[in-house]
Each structure stands twice: as C-alpha cells, then as structure tokens.
C-alpha cells in the first residue's frame, strides 16, 4: 500500500486507489504470471475491507450499478465490480452504514 501509494492521507487507505491498483495489475500483460496471482492474492486480502458478497447470477441484473466495461471483465481475475459513487448513501442501492439497501432491490428485483 505504501509502496503504490494508496492513501487516502495518512491514517487511512484509499478504495479507489486500491480499485486503480488491482485494475493495473489484472490489466498489465508485461507482469509475470507468478508475479501476478502472487500480488493478485495479497490485494484480494486488502480488497476485503472494501468489498461485499453478491450471487454470481444477479450480476446482470445489478449492472446498472457498476461501473462496468465488458472488456475489463473478460479477464480470468475480474472477481470484483466498483459501484458508481452516485449509487452510494442517501437512499441508494448502498449505505455505508447499512449496506445494501434491500428495498430498492426488493422494488427492482424482489430476490430477497
């Protein structure tokens, strides 16, 4: 983190930056594959902090949601999609506190 610089400021690390990183190095064909799942393993960890858990199949449906290029995703390391910043708090798909906001799903896709 240090090292790609992805802070925020001092005390806290920044998504987006991480996002920026992990894109990189999926996207970088220069990198050894070894290389690769190796830093692939160590940022899937940081990710974690950053990250929630959806069903493969409602990806589709959830699309509109993400900021989302196809060519990005055909890639066998793409696990992760990035939530467009409007879809975030103030009765969006997602609060930070809260997490998903399952009425909007619910009105949408009733799958809860």
């Known amino acids: 983190i240090e090292k790609t610089n992805c802070f925020a400021n001092k005390n806290q690390v920044s998504g ?3 996002w920026d990183l992990y894109m990189s190095i999926v996207q970088n064909k220069n990198i050894d594959l070894s290389k690769k799942n190796k830093d692939l ?5 940081i990710m974690s ?5 959806i069903y493969t199949n409602k990806v589709n449906e959830l699309k509109e949601y993400f900021v989302y290029n196809e060519a990005h995703h ?14 975030i708090e ?3 798909i997602y609060e ?9 799903l619910k009105n949408t896709y009733e799958f809860f």
């Open 96 to 104: 930070i506190k809260s997490g998903l906001n399952e009425k909007i």
């Open 74 to 87: 055909d890639f066998k390391y793409i696990q992760y999609y990035k939530l467009r910043s409007n879809n």
């Open 49 to 53: 902090k950053f990250v929630f858990s």
């Open 16 to 18: 987006e930056k991480i």
């Open 41 to 45: 393993k160590i940022l899937n960890g």
């Open 90 to 92: 103030n009765d969006q």
